[in-house]
């Protein structure tokens, strides 16, 4: 849905909370959820959908006339498509994902043909005077290749040769029908870029010159004008969970970023839990028993930890970070699980809103990005005293957002 106030922003929220691969799930999902959400959030203007496909998803999307009839149907109810999570290729909800989440990775050819297929979709949904963004894995999962140098270096670049192969076909749509299309890197903790200095480092050493080279042999342009339609068509999606996990403050993301040449594609409003830690050891037992319902099967929780001398510690997940929390150095624990985001107190934990507040206000201010979706997709593993039904919990979401953005 389109909010007017300073900026115009575009406000959805990402069907990747709603279980189902097929395209025939998806849409199945679509036809429950959104018609009925903008019934009550947005009735006479035209409402915009975030839309989560896997790959076998988009596959069966572009077959015979599935997508000509779903655009039909975007019409027929007054919505529209503007943004895609290209991130889970597979399986995503009642498995164990964990860190495959990231594979296949950039490195691979899955992964490009997987994007261009929803180059192809966004290309054809995305209204006219829109630009859309495709969301997508930070390259890879680096505790997969940071102990050998050789197969770290490789893997990021191959990835950003691969990722310039798919801005090749961005900028041919780009001439042909005048849509603009960008690739959103997400970074998030443990993926090969993690925060705002990786992001930097990527695309100054390996992104702009590698990628920036492959653009300028195969479409005959200097290597200048290459980069600059890498940074045009390549851009971060800033996942304010996922940043705060990083204990980087928000302003000094958008004005590092900025000062690269850098564009934020996305911003993705959720929020990570975090909690102060008491010296004392009964209270730490007590906050590993609230944790311990969030410490479950199916995703990566990564866990960073601050200690008193401000240095930050990593653990890979929530599950094996637990036993290490009494005998911590740590003042505080932020960890990657996306909560609800009006929730700001469950218990004795806290959530990161306040960071969402922060990014809200500032982009009333500046035009670092105008694409809103919100994504708290962890509705199935939610421990069951946060739940309510849940089209009032993205209602409720949605509500909090627009309350947080008209007040700024």
């Not at 192969?165 to 993926?191: N, Y």
């Not at 040449?261 to 102060?276: D, E, L, M, T, Y």
Request: with cysteine; hydrophobic share 40%.
């Amino acid at each position: 849905m389109k909010i007017t106030k300073n900026n115009n922003f575009h406000l959805t929220y990402c069907s990747n909370i709603h279980p189902g691969e097929s395209w025939l799930e998806v849409f199945a999902n679509l036809e429950k959820y959104i018609p009925e959400l903008k019934s009550r959030l947005s009735p006479t203007e035209p409402f915009g959908i975030g839309l989560r496909l896997a790959d076998i998803a988009a596959k069966q999307l572009l077959q015979n006339n599935n997508l000509a009839q779903f655009q039909a149907w975007l019409t027929q109810h007054d919505l529209y498509v503007f943004t895609l999570n290209g991130f889970p290729y597979g399986g995503f909800h009642r498995q164990v994902v964990k860190d495959q989440v990231y594979a296949p990775d950039w490195s691979t050819q899955e992964r490009v043909n997987y994007t261009l297929n929803l180059v192809q979709i966004l290309a054809t949904l995305l209204p006219e005077g829109l630009d859309g963004g495709i969301s997508t894995l930070p390259l890879s999962y680096k505790p997969w290749w940071e102990k050998d140098q050789a197969t770290f270096e490789t893997v990021r670049k191959k990835s950003c040769l691969n990722i310039a192969s798919v801005v090749i076909e961005i900028i041919r749509i780009r001439e042909t029908t005048g849509k603009i299309l960008h690739i959103d890197l997400e970074p998030e903790p443990d993926g090969l870029i993690e925060n705002t200095s990786e992001v930097i480092d990527l695309y100054q050493k390996w992104l702009l010159p590698i990628g920036g080279n492959y653009l300028s042999e195969n479409l005959n342009i200097e290597q200048s004008l290459a980069e600059t339609k890498l940074l045009e068509h390549v851009r971060v999606c800033y996942d304010t969970c996922h940043f705060s996990v990083e204990y980087e403050q928000p302003k000094s993301v958008f004005a590092r970023l900025q000062s690269a040449g850098i564009k934020i594609g996305k911003i993705q409003i959720s929020a990570a839990i975090q909690v102060k830690i008491p010296a004392d050891v009964e209270k730490r037992t007590l906050i590993v028993e609230r944790l311990r319902p969030f410490a479950e099967s199916t995703y990566l929780h990564q866990v960073i930890e601050r200690r008193n001398d401000g240095t930050l510690h990593h653990y890979p997940d929530l599950i094996t970070a637990l036993p290490h929390l009494e005998q911590s150095l740590a003042e505080e624990w932020r960890t990657h699980f996306h909560v609800p985001i009006f929730i700001h107190d469950y218990q004795i934990l806290q959530s990161t809103q306040d960071d969402i507040a922060t990014v809200l206000h500032l982009l009333q201010t500046n035009n670092a990005c105008q694409h809103l979706e919100i994504e708290t997709y962890t509705w199935d593993v939610l421990p069951s005293e946060m739940k309510i039904d849940l089209l009032t919990s993205i209602q409720r979401e949605y509500e909090w957002v627009l309350k947080l953005i008209r007040n700024s």
